[in-house]
Structures are given as structure tokens and as C-alpha cells.
């Protein structure tokens, strides 16, 4: 009787750790909660900005290395045209074919660009700032 009986409660022990086995596994659902769908897409919001920071800072800074360039090429004009004895305005260089066109700043409201020759150092400014000769 006594065997049975522990026999009784050693199968009634084996049907509930059978019983709590099936309910942990049933708990554990396929996918993602809701927090870890949120930390994400926080992570990938966070980084993206980052990237678009980091992008616009390139662009900027590209803008502005392509003005020094346009500065450089209105020098080496304003030189040739000054070497001729020919007016070394902008306006001037573009009419005397010593410049296709007339040269504009691919910054927002940087200015126009000017030229100065002096005993023959030429100077090219963007607005306020000097371009060329580059500081």
C-alpha cells in the first residue's frame, strides 16, 4: 500500500513538471516583443541621423572646396588676361573668351565672386572671404 501510494504521488510529481514543461515552452512565442521592435527602430533612428549629420557636413564642405577651384580658374584667367594688358573684371573675361561663362558660387548666398589684380598679384574674393590666393 505504501508503494503505491508513493508510487501515486512519484507520477502525480512527473505530471506536473510534464504540465509546468509544456506551459514554458508554450509561453515561448516565435518573433519580437513590442520593447525590442521600439530599442530598434530607436537604434536605427539614432544612427541614421547620425549618417545624414556626418553626409550634410560633406556636402558643405565639398560646395565650398569646388568655389576654391572656381577661384583658382578665375586667377589663371585674370593672369592670362592681364599678361594681354586686357580688363581683368569678370565681365571682361567672360566677353574676351578668357572665361566660358560667367563663374557662380555653389554655396547659398555666398556672394559673386571679384577679382583684383595689383603689380600682378591677383586676388579672387567670394563675397567677404578671400578664395585666392587660399589662407
Do not use: C
Not at 23 to 34: E, H, M, N
Not at 63 to 72: E, H, S, V
Not at 90 to 97: A, G, K, T, W, Y
Request: proline fraction near 2%.
Amino acid at each position: 500500500m505504501i508503494f503505491k501510494k508513493l508510487s501515486k504521488i512519484k507520477n502525480g510529481i512527473k505530471d506536473t513538471i510534464s504540465v509546468r514543461k509544456a506551459t514554458v515552452f508554450a509561453k515561448k512565442r516565435k518573433g519580437f516583443s513590442l520593447i525590442e521592435v521600439v530599442i530598434a527602430i530607436t537604434i536605427m533612428a539614432i544612427l541614421s541621423g547620425i549618417a545624414m549629420a556626418s553626409y550634410t557636413k560633406v556636402q558643405q564642405d565639398a560646395k565650398k572646396n569646388m568655389d576654391y577651384t572656381t577661384a583658382a580658374n578665375i586667377a589663371t584667367a585674370a593672369q592670362l588676361a592681364d599678361a594681354d594688358g586686357v580688363d581683368t573684371s569678370i565681365p571682361s573675361l567672360v566677353s574676351n573668351n578668357y572665361l566660358q561663362s560667367t563663374p557662380k558660387s555653389q554655396q547659398n548666398n555666398a556672394g559673386e565672386f571679384s577679382v583684383t589684380v595689383s603689380d600682378g598679384k591677383v586676388t579672387v574674393t567670394l563675397g567677404d572671404e578671400q578664395y585666392y590666393p587660399r589662407k
